[in-house]
């Protein structure tokens, strides 16, 4: 075992599924259920919807084989994937070189629209339930999870089908020199977990190491940039491989979607999130100045974006859950809408949207849909309304859900990093005495 396998053995040792008796199962599975018909959320999948989705993931090489001279064979670019240690599915992956004036950024998404389309039973599926939806312990998956196991996971050493956004960014500035957009196969070398990012940035002989170095110094320079520009960042104390992902992702996002709104003048799903009023901004601001520990620089109030970054990196850490939870109160819900007029307030873009998660957000595969066809659903208005509404159903879901584990003893990160196990009734008991 590696020493960044054992690292990541190392965080669950001693951490065992978090064990619950048959009646309070049956509870919690009551529970979903109730809310499952609250939120009108589908939890099991059509018969015809999985029969498609097995016959699409069928000889899945030599479909592979077919797609690769209509093609960019990136199969001999270096190419990852970092994902949590239990993550379902690896669907996003990275590649990049410096060059004498510029940095080449790739990120390569797993391409769900070649399997599902818009004349599929699974496109319909995905827009009636229009998200994944994360429970503790318990996920209710937006395409049929086959999907996301087999052709749509970017697994290392198999070929896969993928759609690349390409980045030439400036060194100095990182604006995009070129942005380039398109099919692709590409072949994983290795798929990392968080853990063992940060241990392949520690250690020079380790494989990797010089790529994930160089992405890191990419993402922290975007970071620091994105903070500048105004972007508000809430988690001040992310470390190095959540860095890594966060920028790469929102840079591959925002290309797509000025590729989109400046070179095609096209429609998209566009990321719209408005700003709070003065007044809002005020009372928040106010209300984190008042925290015992907790001073806003002087020089950071007129912007109260850089106000609350400034604050976060300096305030206690017992303090910045209620920070993050002032800011929250008055922040208006971010929406998807087929124009991108007032932009993203919390990132300080002016035009946003989502691509790299098509597997999990019908936003994504909306706007893969748009990228590939050069060409607008009929009912784009209606599908934004669509995405918006089951994304606020599934975190109220979410919010509840994890209300009543609270409610009946159990921890819902606990639940939710270590799952579930079901004992008897009798062995349930012995593991309470």
């Given at each position: ?88 599915d690896f669907d996003d992956a990275l590649s990049i070189e410096e060059r004498e004036e510029e940095y080449v950024l790739w990120v390569h998404i797993a391409d769900v ?205 017992r303090q910045l859950d209620k920070i993050q939870w002032a800011v929250m109160k008055v922040m208006p819900r971010a929406r998807y809408m087929n124009d991108p007029f ?14 790299t998660s098509p597997i999990r957000r019908l936003s994504d595969l909306i706007n893969h849909w748009i990228v590939y066809k050069n060409e607008v659903p009929e009912d ?54």
């Amino acid at each position: 075992m590696s020493d960044d396998t054992q690292a990541d053995a190392g965080t669950a040792e001693g951490q065992g599924p978090v064990e619950i008796s048959e009646e309070l199962a049956r509870h919690l599975e009551n529970k979903r259920e109730e809310l499952f018909e609250k939120f009108e959320i589908r939890d099991e999948f059509p018969a015809g919807v999985l029969e498609e989705a097995e016959d699409r993931t069928e000889d899945v090489g030599s479909e592979i084989d077919a797609e690769v001279d209509d093609r960019r064979d990136l199969r001999e670019l270096t190419t990852w994937t970092t994902d949590p240690i239990d993550a379902q599915d690896f669907d996003d992956a990275l590649s990049i070189e410096e060059r004498e004036e510029e940095y080449v950024l790739w990120v390569h998404i797993a391409d769900v629209t070649h399997y599902v389309h818009p004349e599929s039973a699974m496109w319909e599926e995905a827009v009636e339930r229009g998200n994944t939806v994360y429970l503790p312990g318990y996920t209710i998956h937006m395409l049929p999870p086959v999907l996301a196991e087999t052709v749509c996971s970017l697994v290392p050493n198999e070929d896969r089908l993928a759609h690349t956004v390409e980045m030439h960014l400036d060194k100095e500035e990182l604006t995009y020199e070129e942005i380039d957009i398109y099919k692709s196969v590409i072949r994983s070398d290795e798929r990392l977990t968080y853990t063992q990012a940060e241990n392949r940035l520690d250690d020079p002989d380790a494989p990797l190491h010089e790529e994930n170095v160089l992405v890191y110094d990419l993402a922290e320079q975007m970071h620091e940039q994105r903070k500048a520009d105004g972007s508000l960042v809430l988690n001040p104390a992310r470390d190095r491989a959540h860095t890594i992902i966060e920028e790469c992702m929102l840079k591959a996002n925002k290309a797509v979607t000025h590729e989109l709104m400046w070179s095609r003048g096209v429609e998209a799903m566009y990321r719209v999130h408005p700003q709070p009023s003065p007044d809002e901004w005020s009372e928040a601001l106010q209300e984190i100045q008042e925290l015992d520990g907790v001073s806003i620089p002087g020089e950071a109030w007129d912007d109260p974006r850089k106000a609350v970054n400034a604050t976060l990196e300096e305030a206690p850490g017992r303090q910045l859950d209620k920070i993050q939870w002032a800011v929250m109160k008055v922040m208006p819900r971010a929406r998807y809408m087929n124009d991108p007029f007032g932009g993203h307030h919390a990132l300080n873009f002016e035009i946003y949207g989502h691509f790299t998660s098509p597997i999990r957000r019908l936003s994504d595969l909306i706007n893969h849909w748009i990228v590939y066809k050069n060409e607008v659903p009929e009912d784009l208005v209606a599908l934004c309304d669509r995405a918006s509404d089951k994304q606020k159903d599934a975190e109220q879901c979410e919010r509840e859900y994890k209300n009543f584990l609270q409610e009946v003893g159990l921890d819902p990160m606990a639940v939710n990093n270590r799952g579930i196990e079901i004992v008897d009734d009798e062995d349930a008991e012995k593991t309470l005495e």
